[in-house]
T-cell receptor, first 114, second 108 residues
């Protein structure tokens, strides 16, 4: 099993550029979510989805969009990158207990915005 | 929102000794408390979790204790080994919030 797959692993953007971080899971999990990890701040929830066609905002949603057209995929879009979005991004999936329980994380995307 | 504080931020222990990480939370409605281990270059991995109706849970060398009255919970690692070296995150869920992490180094 591949689990949760994130691409790319590294990305450098210029301010104002747009891009999509990809996330796919092959475990048929209902719930998927995106987190950002900044030094000294733990993980913060950006957006989440409780099923195909359903998304909602987390703690830090500004500057990011998501969609969930299939159970497997949950891409994160940066419409106009800003230096404040420099971070490590993790996608996670979960089942059963809800969007916050027993998370399976991908290996992360390290994003730098210049 | 929920505020989770985690201490210490770094912890160095001799192989074979115990390690303890403590977290406090603010939201009395929190009912689920997971711990994640993150190795260098990887995503966090769930190692143990506990619900608010349980005071203690153990899985081999790892245990978690919860004090709802005081709103704090702790991770205990016994007989530490070099492979326990990692960053550990606690979290509290009513609306899931993570602590800032503890970097654990096990000295051989």
């Amino acid at each position: 099993n591949a689990g949760v797959t994130q691409t790319p692993k590294f990305q450098v953007l210029k301010t104002g550029q747009s891009m999509t971080l990809q996330c796919a899971q092959d475990m048929n999990h209902e719930y998927m979510s995106w987190y950002r990890q900044d030094p000294g701040m733990g993980l913060r929830l950006i957006h989440y989805s409780v099923g195909a066609g359903i998304t909602d905002q987390g703690e830090v949603p500004n500057g990011y969009n998501v969609s969930r057209s299939t159970t497997e995929d949950f891409p994160l879009r940066l419409l106009s990158a800003a230096p404040s979005q420099t971070s490590v991004y993790f996608c996670a999936s979960s089942y059963g207990g809800g969007v916050a329980e027993k998370l399976f994380f991908g290996s992360g995307t390290q994003l730098s915005v210049l | 929102g929920e505020n989770v504080e985690q201490h210490p931020s770094t912890l160095s222990v001799q192989e074979g000794d115990s390690a303890v990480i403590k977290c406090t939370y603010s939201d009395s409605a929190s009912n689920y408390f997971p711990w994640y281990k993150q190795e260098l270059g990887k995503g966090p991995q769930l190692i143990i979790d506990i619900r608010s109706n349980v005071g203690e849970k153990k899985d081999q060398r790892i245990a978690v204790t919860l004090n709802k009255t005081a709103k704090h919970f702790s991770l205990h690692i016994t007989e530490t080994q070099p492979e326990d070296s990692a960053v550990y995150f606690c979290a509290a869920h009513h609306k899931l919030s993570f602590g800032a992490g503890t970097t654990v180094t096990v000295r051989a």
